[in-house]
Nanobody, 122 residues
Framework: EVLLVEPGGGSVQPGGSLTLSCTTS??????MGWFRQAPGKEREAVAA????????RVSGSLAGRFTISHDHRKNTLYLRMNNLTPDDTGMYYC?????????????????WGQGTQVTVSP
């Protein structure tokens, strides 16, 4: 069974930072990334990476604050989030597939983590 495990998440004050991680077990995926869903809102793609060349993409409004990266040795995906605001509050999901997908494609990945909660509040 393939699992995507996302330990951590957490609460932070506005202006703070968090780093999310996602470790896959049982398989290595080429196309990985993060989605989020805020209460009452639709799920949105946050960032994606093609781990083979290391090409990354971050949703336009988040670029400059969010960074996606992958550690090949640990087979772990990261999302570094800086200068967080209350609008960043939501469930964050790691997702992966070996079929191509990215932040602006209609297709979404087949494999998902269980999600981790991020809360930004004073």
């Amino acid at each position: 069974e393939v699992l995507l495990v996302e330990p951590g998440g957490g609460s932070v004050q506005p202006g703070g930072s968090l780093t999310l991680s996602c470790t896959t077990s049982g398989y290595i995926y080429r196309f990985m990334g993060w989605f989020r869903q805020a209460p009452g809102k639709e799920r949105e793609a946050v960032a994606a990476i093609d781990i083979l060349p290391g090409d990354t993409r971050v949703s336009g409004s988040l670029a400059g604050r969010f960074t996606i990266s992958h550690d090949h040795r640990k087979n772990t995906l990261y999302l570094r989030m800086n200068n967080l605001t209350p609008d960043d509050t939501g469930m964050y999901y790691c997702a992966a597939d070996n079929r191509y997908w990215s932040i602006d494609t209609l297709n979404v990945p087949d494999y998902w983590g269980q999600g981790t909660q991020v809360t930004v509040s004073p």
